[in-house]
């Protein structure tokens, strides 16, 4: 449980459920996603390894617009793809949400100037909810059942 609480400013949640959009780069999704795998140590024990998958959806189409993977959560790694997703929505003509859970990265007064340095709106989930970021949820899911 990587949740540490209330340690920034919680945004509202803006986008309500309401993930349709028919304008592509007006709502963009987040979240950080866990994955294990084994590797093989120097006496040929098996050991569990981490990595973080940090991606920014389109909820237009469900494209990732982009994405970092670090072998820690990483708030350096989000805040890049972070940049990298606001620059490629700057083409949106009207004002852009990213919406994400209420992640400690998300709280950070860094990630959220940001946001108002772009006029982007911030949205976050209710607490515990996962319903209110179900696309991304829904990616998650469909690729670790890949995996």
């Known amino acids: 449980n990587s949740y540490k609480g209330t340690i920034g400013r919680v945004a509202k949640n803006r986008i309500r459920r309401r993930f349709y959009t028919s304008i592509p780069h007006q709502k963009v999704t987040t979240d950080t996603s866990e ?5 093989r140590d120097k006496s040929k024990q098996l050991v ?3 990595l973080y998958l940090d991606p920014f ?8 617009l982009s994405y970092r993977i670090s072998e820690r959560p990483n708030a350096k790694a989000i805040m890049d793809a972070q940049k990298e997703a606001m ?9 852009r949400t990213f919406h994400s859970d209420q992640g400690w990265v998300y709280q950070m007064k860094a990630y959220k ?5 772009q006029n982007i709106f911030q949205s976050m989930s209710r607490k515990g909810n996962c319903f209110d ?6 990616f ?3 690729l670790k059942q890949e995996m």
């Not at 994955?35 to 590797?39: A, D, N, R, V």
């Not at 959806?57 to 990732?64: A, H, P, S």
């Not at 100037?113 to 340095?117: A, I, P, R, S, V």
């Not at 970021?133 to 829904?138: F, R």
Request: aromatic content about 16%; glycine content about 6%.
């Open 140 to 142: 998650f899911g469909l």
């Open 35 to 39: 994955f294990k795998y084994y590797e």
């Open 113 to 117: 100037k940001q946001l108002t340095k």
């Open 87 to 95: 620059d490629r929505t700057d083409d949106c003509p009207y004002r």
């Open 57 to 64: 959806l389109d909820m237009f189409n469900g494209e990732i």
């Open 133 to 138: 970021n179900s696309p991304m949820e829904n």
């Open 48 to 50: 569990i390894k981490k």
